[in-house]
């Protein structure tokens, strides 16, 4: 089992340019999860999605957008992309992400700098 | 405002025991979670606590006191292999993760 893909793996990106970074799940998980993951900071939740068909803003939406077409993939698209959006991407998922315990996985994820 | 805090930097010598504290702040708990994660790589699940008390697992041990707004893992017998950053983050009244910046964990011979 694959458990949580992302793509690409790294990538250099022009300011001003925008990009897709590309998330799928094979455990047939409710809930995905975007965050950026900065030196000397927590990860902080970008956006996240309950179900498929649902999106919800985190922590630190702004410059991002997702959607939920289906249950697998849950791609992240910056528009516009700004050198503060250097960091790392991290997905994850979980089984429910409106109920009791439910351990979140993470892919391996996306490491971008934006020039 | 929501707040983890954890202490940056650890250091413990290989076969001891260490213990990673974590305080918090948050809008409403829904359980607390411990994750693992080595240099480059994703994080990975440790343990959850939502009632008060301690839950083992192993090497690995976590504590929570919900009155106090604070829970600690506790790793023993460490090895070489447990040199890594330990995440805590608290699921919040919207079910959402709060995490701590980490705890870079330093394991000597």
């Known amino acids: 089992t694959a458990g949580i893909t992302q793509a690409p793996t790294s990538q250099i990106l022009a300011a001003g340019r925008s990009m897709t970074l590309r998330c799928t799940q094979d455990?047939?998980?409710?809930?995905m999860y975007w965050y950026r993951q900065d030196l000397g900071l927590g990860l902080r939740l970008i956006h996240y999605?309950?179900?498929?068909?649902?999106?919800g803003k985190g922590e630190v939406p702004d410059g991002y957008s997702v959607s939920r077409a289906n249950t697998d993939d849950f791609p992240l698209t910056l528009a516009s992309a700004v050198p503060s959006q250097t960091s790392v991407y991290f997905c994850a998922s979980s089984a429910s992400g409106t109920s009791g315990y439910n351990e979140q996985f993470f892919g391996p994820g996306t490491r971008l700098t934006v020039l | 405002g929501q707040n983890i805090d954890q202490p940056t930097e650890m250091t413990a010598t290989e076969g001891a025991i260490v213990q990673i504290n974590c305080t918090y702040q948050t809008s409403g708990f829904n359980g607390l979670f411990w994750y693992q994660q080595h240099a480059g790589e994703a994080p990975t699940f440790l343990s959850y606590n939502v009632l008060d008390g301690l839950e083992e697992k192993g090497r690995f041990s976590s504590f929570l006191s919900r009155s106090k707004g604070y829970s600690y893992l506790l790793l023993k017998e460490l090895q070489m292999k447990d040199s890594a950053s330990y995440l805590c983050?608290?699921?919040?009244?919207?079910?959402?993760?709060?995490w701590g910046a980490g705890t870079k964990l330093i394991i000597k011979p």
């Open positions: 999605s309950n179900t498929a068909g649902t999106t």
């Open positions: 983050a608290v699921r919040d009244s919207n079910y959402q993760l709060i």
């Open positions: 455990m047939r998980h409710n809930a």
